[in-house]
Nanobody, 116 residues
Framework: QEQLVESGGGLVQPGGSLSLSCAAS????????MAWYRQAPGKQREFVAR???????KYANSVKGRFTISRVNGKNTVYLQMNSLKPEDTAVYYC??????????WGQGTLVTVSS
C-alpha cells in the first residue's frame, strides 16, 4: 500500500524549532518532487516548500529563511527543519509526493502548534 507517514509535530514556544519528517513506503515508481503544505484552522491548505529529485528547492515567502526542506532519495524521505517559529505557523503540516507516473500522494498530516 502506497503511503506517506509524517512525524515530528508537537507544541513549541515562539522562536523555537521543530523538525518534521515524511517517509514514503509501498511506492513502486520513482518519486519526482516532494513537498510540504500546511492548513491552519479555518484556512485553506497552502504551499510551504518543495524539493525536486535533483535537490532544487522552493519556499513560500512566509517561511523563506526560517524553514529548510531536504530529502534523502534512497530512503524516499523528506524533512522540514523549522526555525524561529511563529504563532502563525500553527497548522497541520502535510507531506506530498509527486510520482513519475503522474499521480500524487498525501500524508495524513501532523499538527504543529506554536504557542507560549
Amino acid at each position: 500500500q502506497e503511503q506517506l507517514v509524517e512525524s515530528g509535530g508537537g507544541l513549541v514556544q515562539p522562536g523555537g524549532s521543530l523538525s518534521l519528517s515524511c517517509a514514503a513506503s509501498g511506492i513502486t515508481v520513482s518519486i519526482d518532487g516532494m513537498a510540504w503544505y500546511r492548513q491552519a484552522p479555518g484556512k485553506q491548505r497552502e504551499f510551504v516548500a518543495r524539493i525536486s529529485r535533483g535537490g532544487f528547492t522552493k519556499y513560500a515567502n512566509s517561511v523563506k529563511g526560517r524553514f529548510t526542506i531536504s530529502r534523502v532519495n534512497g530512503k524516499n524521505t523528506v524533512y522540514l527543519q523549522m526555525n524561529s517559529l511563529k504563532p502563525e505557523d500553527t497548522a497541520v503540516y502535510y507531506c506530498n509526493a509527486s510520482l513519475d507516473n503522474g499521480r500524487g500522494l498525501w500524508g495524513q498530516g501532523t499538527l504543529v502548534t506554536v504557542s507560549s
